[in-house]
């Protein structure tokens, strides 16, 4: 039996993977601003910001308390 993705599914798998983030050092205070993003996996905790139209994400992982600084790349 053949599994068809849904249109919305398609374009989440599409967006997702699409995207190409690259490492930046800044001296933004992220504690000022909300984050539109929270997601955790076994090993990293990410928080994403939407700052002056650039997407910030912060990767920490278990054992680093700096996080890895990433804006997406347009």
Do not use: C
């Amino acid at each position: 039996m053949k599994t068809s993705l849904t249109k919305t599914m398609e374009e989440w798998i599409e967006k997702y993977f699409s995207e190409s983030w690259e490492d930046i050092q800044t001296d933004i205070d992220f504690s000022k601003y909300e984050s539109v993003k929270t997601s955790n996996s076994l090993h990293v905790h990410e928080v994403r910001y939407d700052i002056d139209g650039e997407k910030y994400r912060l990767l920490y992982a278990i054992g680093h308390e700096e996080p890895l600084i990433q804006i997406l790349k347009k």
